[in-house]
Nanobody, 113 residues
């Protein structure tokens, strides 16, 4: 399974972005995918995750603003990010939940105030 995240960029606070992650190999993995992020000087943290048994969960800091979704026809998992805040600035990664695959390059999101 290979992962390719994209869609990052530089935006102003309050704006939106949608990140995409193409999951090569099989759409089976879409049900156990998650988005993570790592801000400068901080540890990587889970932002949103899908699990086969527990549904969808979000970090408290993004609840109500971020939405994880999938498109099985495109083998893609998305992260819709609305009302972005400067503290959302980070490199965003996709991986399994838990993250058992090699980390890809991620996609940088920069939010300015």
């Amino acid at each position: 399974v290979q992962l390719q995240a994209s869609g990052g960029g530089s935006v102003q606070a309050g704006e939106s972005l949608r990140l995409s992650c193409v999951v090569s190999g099989s759409d089976f993995w879409l049900n156990v995918m998650a988005w993570y992020r790592q801000a400068p000087g901080k540890q990587r943290e889970v932002v949103a995750r899908r699990t086969s048994g527990r549904g969808i969960a979000y970090a408290d800091s993004v609840k109500g603003r971020f939405t994880i979704s999938t498109d099985s026809a495109k083998n893609t998992v998305y992260l819709q990010m609305n009302n972005l805040k400067p503290e959302d600035t980070a490199v965003y990664y996709c991986n399994l939940s838990p993250p058992n695959l090699s980390w890809g390059q991620g996609t940088l999101v920069t939010v300015s105030s």
